[in-house]
């Protein structure tokens, strides 16, 4: 079945830039999608990119998507304090429009 | 608009109680979800509903009920709460794909369950 990996933790210090890497394993998903979670509070999302693209950017994010090898990657430039949350990739299944999540990656910057 | 919204915020039961978890969307959305998210294990779909009067089971459904009967309105009932379902419960709604902002799948606030 579908499945999201992720590594659980990476710690970065203040602004160096952060990677957060994940797989996935259905090729035939639209979307891929990155969203962020505070600590007591619901998922925003952050970003996302659509599967016949290898790269996105907006602002200090930058998405890059490697369809060959079912791998997606979120980097955060000049990594803030504010930024500390965890990040969920996901992909969406196209029969329902379900999301398929990772466990999420907990960042946590150091000042 | 005020989104997505989950009632209650914070609920403990004793095991055996029965529940309902009301899930509210005002931005028209056909498609609806009710997840669980536990540490370590990101969020897990329960059920989801593609429209109105219609429910499906997601990958961990057992020990949970939904109804849809209004399209603004996604239910979740505990008929019987055990410790196993302590959890944070995340609703979220979204446009069918093809349609206006369908690439985004809109989340609500949680509502955290302790069983004990």
């Known amino acids: 079945g579908e499945d999201v990996e992720q590594s659980l933790f990476l710690s970065v210090r203040e602004g160096d830039s952060s990677v957060i890497n994940c797989t996935y394993t259905?090729?035939?998903?639209?979307?891929l999608y990155w969203y962020k979670q505070e600590p007591g509070a619901g998922l925003q999302l952050l970003t996302y990119?659509?599967?016949?693209?290898d790269m996105k950017q907006d602002q200090r994010l930058t998405v890059l998507l490697n369809k060959k090898d079912k791998h997606l990657s979120l980097r955060i430039a000049d990594t803030q304090t504010g930024d500390s949350a965890i990040y969920f990739c996901?992909?969406?299944?196209?029969?329902?429009?379900?999301?398929?999540f990772g466990q999420g990656t907990e960042l946590s910057v150091k000042p | 608009n005020a989104g997505v919204t989950q009632t209650p915020k914070f609920r403990v039961l004793k095991t055996g109680q029965s529940m309902t978890l009301l899930c509210a969307q005002d931005?028209?959305?056909?498609?609806m979800y009710w997840y669980r998210q536990d540490p370590g294990m990101g969020l897990r779909l329960i059920h989801y509903?593609?429209?109105?009067?219609?429910?499906a089971k997601g990958e961990v459904p057992d020990g949970y009920n939904v109804s849809r009967l209004k399209k603004q309105n996604f239910l979740l009932g505990l008929e019987s709460a055990a410790p196993s379902q302590t959890s944070v419960y995340f609703c979220?709604?979204?446009?069918?794909?093809?349609?206006?902002?369908?690439?985004?799948?809109?989340f609500g606030p949680g509502t955290r369950l302790t069983v004990t």
């Open positions: 979220a709604s979204r446009q069918p794909h093809g349609t206006s902002s369908s690439y985004e799948q809109y």
């Open positions: 259905d090729s035939s998903s639209t979307y």
């Open positions: 990119i659509f599967s016949n693209m």
């Open positions: 996901a992909e969406n299944d196209n029969q329902g429009g379900k999301l398929i």
């Open positions: 931005m028209n959305h056909e498609y």
């Open positions: 509903s593609v429209g109105e009067g219609t429910t």
